[in-house]
């Protein structure tokens, strides 16, 4: 099913095209015109919209600070903008390997011109194996025009996340099961490298969001997470309260707390 509305920019690279289309309420990233990549409404342009985004956030639950954010998968950037309006004190790395993507992310969906935002044109594989600045959280939302990115799960990748995360760091992932990798052998290599440290629960769509930590997960009560949640959520605007309630309803075990 094609995506609802007007066609209102398509530029070519050597990917593939990259498409923006626009309806009455939204205007809509696409790489094929079927598949949404980003969306954002026109009313509320700093928003998140989709689910898996919103649910992404429930990683600043944990960290009882954070000054350094990257993003690894521009998209259209909401991540990045939401983060740098909710938050007036941290700096973003976001990673992007197509420099279209990053143009039409300013030209349609107002990515700002910001100090505390950093672009960087490379793949993202090998920017985090050559990376040397330290996140307190990275989000990896790595899709092309086929679906998920392979090398979002492979080894090499996700451990140069690891060593790219603070001491009390944790790497979000945004996964969608496919038929190159089962979602066993994805949690098993989830598990090895990251030592079971991993908190994870499904949204709607198909997609699976993963909290994986480089140090213990932090020990937390039942009221401290629900307050997070509800304190993220009037700052942030996006329904991320529900989530602090699902993780505690279905992994309580893993915090260190009776």
């Known amino acids: 099913m094609s995506i609802e509305g007007t066609c209102i920019s398509s530029?070519?690279?050597?990917?593939g095209p990259?498409?923006?289309?626009?309806?009455?309420?939204?205007?809509?990233?696409?790489?094929?015109?079927?598949?949404?990549?980003?969306c954002m409404r026109l009313n509320e342009p700093n928003g998140l919209v989709h689910r898996y985004t919103q649910a992404m956030m429930s990683g600043l639950f944990f960290l009882p600070r954070?000054?350094?954010?990257?993003?690894?998968?521009?998209?259209?950037?909401?991540?990045?903008?939401?983060?740098?309006?909710?938050?007036?004190d941290i700096d973003i790395h976001a990673v992007e390997y197509r420099q279209e993507v990053i143009n039409t992310a300013k030209d349609f969906f107002h990515l700002p011109d910001n100090e505390r935002l950093h672009l960087h044109l490379d793949d993202?594989?090998?920017?985090?194996?050559?990376?040397?600045?330290k996140s307190d959280i990275i989000f990896s939302d790595l899709y092309n025009t086929h679906g998920m990115e392979p090398r979002q799960i492979q080894l090499s990748y996700l451990r140069n996340c690891k060593k790219s995360l603070t001491q009390q760091g944790v790497l979000v992932l945004n996964l969608w099961h496919q038929d190159f990798r089962s979602g066993a052998e994805i949690e098993d290599l989830l598990s090895h490298e990251f030592e079971n440290r991993l908190l994870s629960f499904p949204v709607e769509g198909g997609n699976t969001i993963v909290l994986a930590f480089k140090n213990n997960i932090p020990s937390i009560k039942r009221k401290v997470?629900?307050?997070?949640?509800?304190?993220?959520?009037?700052?942030?605007n996006i329904p991320v309260a529900r989530y602090a309630k699902l993780l505690w309803s279905t992994q309580q075990y893993k915090f260190g707390i009776d």
Not at 32 to 38: H, I, K, L, M, R
Not at 69 to 88: E, N, Q, V, Y
Not at 124 to 133: F, H, Q, T
């Open 11 to 15: 530029r070519d690279d050597e990917y």
């Open 124 to 133: 993202a594989v090998i920017y985090m194996k050559g990376n040397s600045i």
């Open 66 to 88: 954070f000054r350094v954010a990257t993003i690894m998968g521009l998209g259209a950037g909401s991540m990045a903008k939401c983060l740098l309006s909710s938050f007036d």
């Open 18 to 38: 990259v498409q923006v289309y626009q309806n009455q309420t939204s205007r809509i990233l696409s790489f094929d015109g079927y598949v949404e990549q980003s």
């Open 225 to 236: 997470l629900l307050e997070k949640g509800n304190q993220l959520e009037a700052k942030m």
